[in-house]
């Protein structure tokens, strides 16, 4: 990767020999001082834990200290990393430990001795980083302000429900707990108006889940639990830019973190949610495959919680077999093919198994219709 020139990667690194400081050496050397500029035009990623090797010339040598990053030399390799807690130097700097913000540039470097000439922003280097998904809950406070609202209401319904102490009244309970799922399903309608092209999406992903719980013989609670889960699975989505959610080409480095933090996101809405006992959890991790190669923390096979990967597979049932922004649904025979070489990769074996047989039943969408064979 080349010093100066970044092409269409938005997270690069400029070097540059200060014009000011430059002093001439014997022997056709020279000292200066070396600027490094790490840039991040994302719009909502931070990056952190970055290391950036870069090529130098064999008589080069660095004095320390160098500002705000850790140097070191190996050979004809130069490596500046980030600053860990312990080595930032001065109390200014400490609170961020030069994690590089959203639309920042950060600058860092040291007194070096180069032979006369050599030219830093035509060399070659390599940088890694790990992206941070950053978003401000500011601008999504009136979105958040409605959840919060919504959860009130829901909690007081869920507590009126605990609240009937007349076990004969049943049709109290009854209407209670349809007054529950309505206020729920206000929080899908929050999701779809900022996601129009998945409308449906996340009530189809409920109904599948509970239909698998059903088939894996899982208790009632839990048939209801998935159900609720999945219906609320997107929420994150609330906080994710709509440029970035109707987006129909690929995605930047930095635009796939942000669309992947939603299941994060999510789950700390409902972290201390108390009515639906681990849901947080459920919701945090419907991306994991069971393979581990999922997000956001890697787990793989029984490491994910079973309604998890229960919502994990009836959501991706639901994206092939209807129409997307950016691509048609596939075939029944396609879905089939995906769900067989997915078993045991990216599904639960016993889960897939049980999505096979829904397929051969006939449970499957109307496209655009809003109906379902269950």
Not at 42 to 70: G, H, L, M, Q
Not at 78 to 106: N, S
Not at 287 to 302: A, C, Q, S, V
Request: glycine fraction near 6%; proline fraction near 3%; hydrophobic fraction near 40%.
């Amino acid at each position: 990767m080349s010093g100066s020139s970044h092409g269409s990667s938005k997270v690069f690194v400029t070097l540059e020999k200060n014009k000011e400081k430059h002093w001439p050496e014997a022997d056709g050397m020279e000292m200066f001082q070396l600027d490094c500029l790490l840039h991040n035009e994302e719009k909502y990623v931070d990056i952190t834990d970055w290391k950036i090797k870069i090529e130098v010339p064999e008589e080069f040598r660095f004095e320390n200290p160098a500002w705000s990053c850790v140097l070191s030399q190996e050979d004809n390799t130069l490596t500046a990393r980030q600053l860990l807690e312990d080595e930032v130097p001065d109390p200014a700097i400490k609170e961020a430990y030069c994690t590089v913000h959203a639309g920042a540039v950060f600058s860092f470097g040291a007194i070096v001795h180069a032979k006369a000439g050599w030219a830093p922003e035509k060399v070659n280097f390599s940088l890694t980083y790990t992206p941070i998904f950053a978003y401000s809950m500011s601008r999504a406070s009136k979105i958040i302000e409605i959840v919060l609202i919504a959860i009130i209401v829901f909690s007081l319904a869920y507590n009126s429900i605990n609240g009937i102490r007349d076990l004969e009244d049943k049709h109290r309970a009854e209407q209670t707990k349809k007054f529950i799922t309505n206020i729920l399903t206000l929080f899908t309608n929050l999701i779809e108006a900022k996601d129009p092209y998945t409308k449906g999406h996340s009530e189809r992903v409920a109904i599948y889940s509970r239909e698998i719980a059903k088939r894996l013989k899982l208790s009632q609670e839990n048939q209801s639990l998935a159900y609720y889960c999945a219906l609320l699975h997107d929420t994150g989505k609330l906080v994710i830019d709509n440029s970035i959610l109707n987006k129909t080409d690929k995605f930047t480095h930095g635009e796939r973190w942000c669309m992947e933090s939603h299941a994060e996101i999510g789950s700390e809405i409902f972290r201390n949610f108390e009515y639906l006992p681990g849901m947080a959890d459920i919701i945090r991790h419907h991306h994991e495959r069971y393979n581990g190669t999922g997000y956001p923390d890697g787990l793989k096979g029984n490491e994910i919680p079973l309604l998890s990967r229960i919502i994990f597979a009836a959501d991706c049932f639901d994206a092939m077999t209807t129409d997307r922004i950016y691509r048609k649904h596939i075939s029944t025979n396609e879905v089939k093919k995906e769900l067989l070489t997915g078993s045991g990769v990216a599904f639960d074996p016993a889960i897939a198994a049980i999505m096979l047989s829904m397929l051969n039943d006939g449970v499957i969408p109307i496209q655009n219709s809003g109906s379902y064979n269950l």
